[in-house]
């Protein structure tokens, strides 16, 4: 398979779908750590991207950074709140590195992710262990580092999103320090970080669209309405 334009096509389709399928499930979650918009913001994003894509000229798929380009622009400039322009930056990091070549190269993933950490930790002023979608994309970021330059890039993606729901997970236990959760104390604890979710779920549509985000969030599922606990995968 050609890592190219299609691929980051296809992969931020996954990610639209992904992102409504479980739109509910998001805006329970932030509706106890956050503001309860972050399910909708996300969606209408990706909502948009799907929208330019469709739009776009033919053969803009040649290159695997037009597509994640795409996805950029649109965060960039019509998603509000915080998630849009985080989500925009890491985007745009990724369609930056990408650029290179018309295909996609897991040095490109692990240097694209890196970079988008370091913007959004810059702009964020967040660090591992504040509850904010780092603690979901640093772990990521790891998982993309640890792979050879002649890695299969599915398989170093999906290694990405097992990280990163690893980090979700862990997000569940901390005390928030950053961002509308840190505000609410004890009351976000046991709670999963929104953000975080939305980079879980970022990677895992490289490879799936997610259905729902139960299974991903474990011992945290019984507390999303219309869910009931089930094992990770």
């Known amino acids: ?25 998001l805006t329970a ?4 750590a956050g503001d ?11 909502d948009a991207t799907v929208r ?4 776009a000229p033919t053969g803009s798929l040649a290159a695997a950074q037009q597509p994640l380009q795409s996805a950029a622009t649109t965060f960039l400039d019509e998603v509000g709140g915080t998630s849009g322009p985080l989500f925009g930056l890491l985007l745009e990091e990724l369609a930056l590195a990408a650029a290179a070549g018309t295909a996609l190269t897991v040095p490109a993933l692990a240097a694209g992710a890196g970079s988008g950490l370091s913007v959004i930790q810059r702009i964020g002023e967040a660090a591992p262990g504040d509850k904010t979608l780092i ?38 236990q901390l005390r928030a320090r950053r961002g509308r959760a840190s505000y609410l104390g004890e009351r976000a604890t046991g709670v999963a970080d929104p953000g975080a979710v939305g980079i879980g779920l970022l990677f895992a549509s490289a490879g799936e669209t997610v259905t729902v985000l139960a299974p991903f969030l474990t011992c945290l599922s019984a507390s999303l309405p219309g869910t009931e606990t089930r094992p990770r995968p």
């Open 29 to 32: 979650l932030d509706q106890q």
């Open 36 to 46: 309860g918009d972050f399910g909708v913001n996300l969606t209408t994003g990706l």
């Open 52 to 55: 330019a894509l469709n739009g």
């Open 1 to 25: 398979m050609r890592f190219d334009g299609t691929f980051t096509d296809g992969w931020m389709r996954r990610f639209a779908a992904s992102a409504s399928a479980t739109e509910a499930e």
């Open 135 to 172: 603690d979901a994309l640093a772990p990521a970021c790891d998982a993309l580092n640890s792979r050879g330059t002649d890695a299969d890039v599915r398989k170093a993606l999906a290694a990405a999103a097992g990280a990163a729901w690893d980090g979700v997970r862990n997000t569940a």
